[in-house]
T-cell receptor
Framework: DSGVTQTPKHLITATGQRVTLRCSPRSGDLSVYWYQQSLDQGLQFLIQYYNGEERAKGNILERFSAQQFPDLHSELNLSSLELGDSALYFC?????????????FGPGTRLTVL | EDKVVQSPLSLVVHEGDTVTLNCSYE??????LLWYKQEKKAPTFLFMLTSSGIEKKSGRLSSILDKKELFSILNITATQTGDSAVYLC???????????FGAGTRLFVKA
């Protein structure tokens, strides 16, 4: 158990819908990272937040957005969902601003878009 | 374009064998290279490498980085069935602190 929690575990929804994935980092970690893992794309970095502020952006679509709240939990919002958005979404946390230290991954949320 | 290439894509070995997994990369403003092990669920951290030629070791696993030739290897000696997993290599750059992952090497260790 990494100490990072993600909810829900599974999510099935229809195209065009909007979903919110939630992540609680390890106690004391200020950095939260979001990743998407699909069969054809592998693990892709989406976005990083540090202490409530956006720190780095990867391959995140405009339909996706994220935020980190004052209690340090983070939410990833996915809207206008498409079939290709079906994937495993991981959240990771670390105690470093610069992702220089080990990132601890949560168990992931499996999103299925029908 | 930054990229990370891992080889082989998959391999099957017998318990007790030694395996070497390869990771080559092209990235601007290299910061660090990381190895992760992914079984059924989330990746778990193995090593972070920042300096060339310094071997990092943890039990039967070891890894080394060559920043001149832009590659890293992960060695697993005396493999066990519990080593069966996908091994991911990732590279971080300093430009935006992005992390780029390779496609992974799927290792299957037969009893």
């Amino acid at each position: 158990d990494s100490g990072v929690t993600q909810t829900p575990k599974h999510l099935i929804t229809a195209t065009g819908q909007r979903v919110t994935l939630r992540c609680s980092p390890r106690s004391g970690d200020l950095s939260v990272y979001w990743y998407q893992q699909s069969l054809d794309q592998g693990l892709q970095f989406l976005i990083q937040y540090y202490n409530g502020e956006e720190r780095a952006k990867g391959n995140i679509l405009e339909r996706f957005s994220a935020q980190q709240f004052p209690d340090l939990h983070s939410e990833l919002n996915l809207s206008s969902l498409e079939l290709g958005d079906s994937a495993l979404y991981f959240c990771a946390s670390s105690d470093s601003m610069n992702s220089y230290n080990e990132q601890f991954f949560g168990p992931g949320t499996r999103l299925t878009v029908l | 374009e930054d990229k990370v290439v891992q080889s082989p894509l998959s391999l099957v070995v017998h318990e007790g064998d030694t395996v070497t997994l390869n990771c080559s990369y092209e990235v601007t403003n290299f910061r660090s290279l990381l190895w992760y092990k992914q079984e059924k669920k989330a990746p778990t951290f193995l090593f972070m490498l920042t300096s060339s030629g310094i071997e990092k070791k943890s039990g039967r696993l070891s890894s080394i980085l060559d920043k001149k030739e832009l590659f890293s290897i992960l060695n697993i000696t005396a493999t066990q069935t519990g080593d069966s997993a996908v091994y991911l290599c990732a590279v971080e750059n300093t430009g935006g602190f992005k992390t780029i992952f390779g496609a992974g090497t799927r290792l299957f260790v037969k009893a």
